[in-house]
């Protein structure tokens, strides 16, 4: 795994030069955002150039879209070769529900 920082570039700049990148190094990338609002932000940039981008979401409180986007996520981790995923800080510090506690069942999720 590669570690580096990215600055100078503003706005779009940013999401369209790690997806080139991206489209020429066959290993996945991770993009840490300062906020949701950044993060979401950059996502949807990546998303018009990038198919197999993903959004890993900060949970919500009586949310279950984003408990099931965040397992839908971590299940495509596992199994996907190459993928780009975009999260917070905030996100990767919250706890993963354990199996006993979420029910996968094709595409739906249900929380006991």
């Given amino acids: 795994?590669?570690?580096?920082?990215?600055?100078?570039?503003?706005?779009?700049?940013?999401?369209?030069?790690?997806?080139?990148?991206?489209e020429h190094i066959n290993e996945n990338f991770v993009v840490l955002?300062?906020?949701?609002?950044?993060?979401?932000y950059f996502y949807n940039d990546l998303k018009k150039v990038i198919q197999e981008?993903?959004?890993?979401p900060?949970?919500?409180k009586n949310d279950i879209s984003t408990t099931i986007l965040r397992t839908e996520v971590l299940n495509l981790l596992v199994t996907?070769?190459?993928c780009f995923l975009v999260t917070t800080i905030d996100a990767l510090q919250e706890n993963i529900p354990n199996k006993s506690s979420v029910i996968l069942a094709g595409n739906h999720t249900s929380k006991l």
């Fill in 33 to 40: 955002c300062d906020d949701e609002d950044t993060g979401v």
């Fill in 53 to 56: 981008v993903y959004y890993y």
């Fill in 80 to 82: 996907e070769k190459k």
């Fill in 58 to 60: 900060v949970t919500k």
């Fill in 1 to 22: 795994m590669k570690l580096f920082s990215l600055s100078g570039l503003q706005t779009s700049a940013r999401a369209l030069f790690l997806a080139a990148a991206y």
